[in-house]
């Protein structure tokens, strides 16, 4: 399980009153299936941060890396039916892995999370016509290919749309770097 999750299921407890099993059962009891209904419940029925309000979510549906028996069934999960987008994954990933040794892949349903000490970038086949680079770069100006992120419910500050393999140039490269080296 990687660290940051692991130091969020220590803390559940301390900051919210019970366990993560506790809060599963909770969750379960009220019959949610969607990850977004989960977070609304948590966040306005007992005050959840939207980082814990989103790990209880994911371990309560079994979305995240590290409650997959194998990652590679999220991924392939993500791409069914946009089998066309994974050249546009394989080769983000590649790119990105470029940028140093201490990034991290995780993989939920919809997405993969990439991250440095946080979160720097989201890797999402969106739509069977649109792939999707969300990024944080918070206070950065929109410009050039790099547009306001007004979905993500702040997971990432700005999105990239690709259609393409060849979409992934230089600039696409230059914006996610500059998110992974503010991420250190």
């Known amino acids: 399980m990687e660290d940051a999750a692991q130091t969020m299921i220590s803390n559940l407890e301390k900051n919210y009153g019970k366990t993560l099993e506790q809060w599963i059962q909770i969750v379960n009891k ?4 969607k990850h977004g209904e989960i977070m609304k419940f948590l966040k306005e029925n007992h005050g959840f941060t939207h980082g814990f309000a989103n790990l209880v979510a994911h371990k309560t549906l079994k979305s995240d890396a590290g409650s997959a028996p194998d990652v590679n069934d999220l991924i392939d999960k993500q791409y069914k039916g946009k089998e066309h987008f994974l050249p546009i994954y394989e080769k983000l990933k590649a790119e990105i892995e470029e940028f140093g040794d201490d990034i991290e892949f995780a993989p939920k349903n919809s997405y993969v999370s990439v991250k440095r000490k946080k979160q720097f970038a989201m890797l999402i086949p969106a739509t069977k016509a649109r792939y999707e680079i969300g990024i944080n770069l918070k206070g950065q100006e929109p410009k050039g290919i790099l547009e306001i992120d007004t979905k993500t419910n702040g997971m990432c500050s ?3 749309h ?19 080296e503010s991420a250190g």
């Open 30 to 33: 009220e019959g949610f299936e």
């Open 158 to 160: 700005h999105k990239i």
């Open 162 to 180: 690709l259609t393409e393999i060849s979409d992934v140039n230089s600039e696409v490269i230059d914006w996610i770097k500059k998110a992974y």
